[in-house]
């Protein structure tokens, strides 16, 4: 078998082949969906992605013969004191020797950084694409998730890699009413001084910096936390405005307090199945067309919370079901049947317990491995 080269990616060119490797890897898997070129683009790029204000990342592909056969991704936080590094955006032929050659290189660039730790994969943090696909590659990923080949588990564990954490996604059917206990427990009075309320683009950045808060306080303990910073947030504002309808985006107040927000988001994947990644000539066309004319039937909740001190007792279990019983309200009106709310620690069982009460199914399973740095 001829020789592998691997070769840093360090030019638009590689950049775009780095992106558009997947797909071919992918070729005949009827599920798989290929990004929009233009959004992995922009998240590559320190001029778009904030998260490379902080953090040192390199990318890698692997080419035999003239072809490309494999990628992946090294990342260290400078914020981060613990030793641990990233790997990320792996993707290869089902071949192992490559797949080392792979591990080896980016293992290599973070001892050169003094990380004793390999952990991943995340795709570039665990604030975006996080974990291994493990289960569930018989359905299409949604908007932001992952989907991976089913071989690449077992040569990471082979390489001495062992879990860290799984991640589930959890799929619901959002025409099925509420269990009668949930109903019941939505009947309760709240205090005067706790209102729902849908979001307001009238008062967009606001209620994107309250997300950006409420997000930090809620998730400080999860394992890995990474906190939203204001450039996160002014990133967040912007790449979520063209795919946001307000009334699918949901606040409790508490005395005029944010306390607690859930976002739900269209299945843009169900929309671009069929472009290849591409918007030009014709995918722009088509996009806008599937979102706004015919509607998708799916949708993602990625980004839910409420603050810690509300947390707790009553007012703590019934905050989650009331934000989410709006937003599966609003959803049905705009023609959704189904929503995965996404991505949910395996520990985090009062979350998992929410899911589960409401008929949610953890149909995908996502791991994420670590590897002592020696």
């Given amino acids: ?83 641990v590094g990233h790997f990320g955006m792996l993707a290869a032929e089902d071949d192992a020797a490559l797949i080392r050659l792979l591990f080896d290189t980016a293992e290599a660039w973070l001892k050169a950084r003094g990380m004793r730790e390999s952990l991943g994969p995340f795709s570039l943090s665990i604030n975006e694409e996080t974990g291994l696909l493990i289960k569930g590659h018989d359905t299409p990923p949604m908007l932001m998730m992952g989907h991976d080949r089913d071989y690449l588990a077992s040569h990471i564990e082979a390489l ?6 799984d991640v589930f996604a959890y799929l619901s059917d959002i025409t099925q009413p509420l269990p009668a206990s949930i109903v019941n427990l939505m009947k309760r009075p709240l205090p005067d001084s706790f209102k729902l309320r849908h979001m307001d683009f009238r008062h967009y950045r606001r209620d994107i910096e309250s997300i950006s808060t409420i997000f ?9 936390f990474e906190p939203l910073t204001a450039a996160d947030t002014d990133h967040l504002a912007k790449a979520m405005r063209p795919i946001l309808n307000e009334k699918l985006v949901w606040f409790i107040d508490v005395d005029g307090e944010p306390a607690g927000f859930g976002v739900c988001l269209p299945n843009i994947n169900e929309a671009i199945a069929d472009l290849d990644g591409k918007l030009l000539p014709f995918g722009w066309a088509k996009l806008l067309w599937r979102l706004k ?66 008929g949610g199914v953890a149909y995908k399973t996502y791991r994420v491995y670590r590897k002592a740095l020696a």
Avoid: C
């Fill in 1 to 83: 078998m001829s020789a592998i080269t691997i070769v840093p990616v360090d030019s638009a060119a590689l950049k775009q082949r780095f992106i558009r490797l997947p797909a071919r890897l992918h070729a005949g898997d009827p599920n798989w969906i290929t990004p929009l070129d233009m959004e992995r683009d922009e998240a590559l790029s320190p001029k778009h992605n904030p998260l490379f204000a902080h953090t040192d990342v390199q990318l890698w592909l692997a080419v035999r013969d003239g072809r490309d056969v494999g990628r992946i991704s090294a990342q260290v936080n400078r914020e981060a004191t613990d030793g």
């Fill in 293 to 358: 004319i015919r509607g998708v039937k799916s949708a993602r909740v990625p980004l839910m919370g409420v603050k810690r001190k509300y947390a707790t007792g009553f007012v703590g279990a019934v905050l989650p079901f009331l934000i989410i019983d709006a937003m599966r309200t609003e959803a049905r009106k705009l023609g959704y049947e189904r929503a995965e709310l996404s991505w949910i620690l395996e520990d985090n069982l009062p979350m998992r317990r929410i899911n589960e009460s409401l």
């Fill in 160 to 165: 001495g890699y062992a879990k860290a954490k």
């Fill in 216 to 224: 930090n306080d809620a998730w400080a303990a999860n394992w890995r």
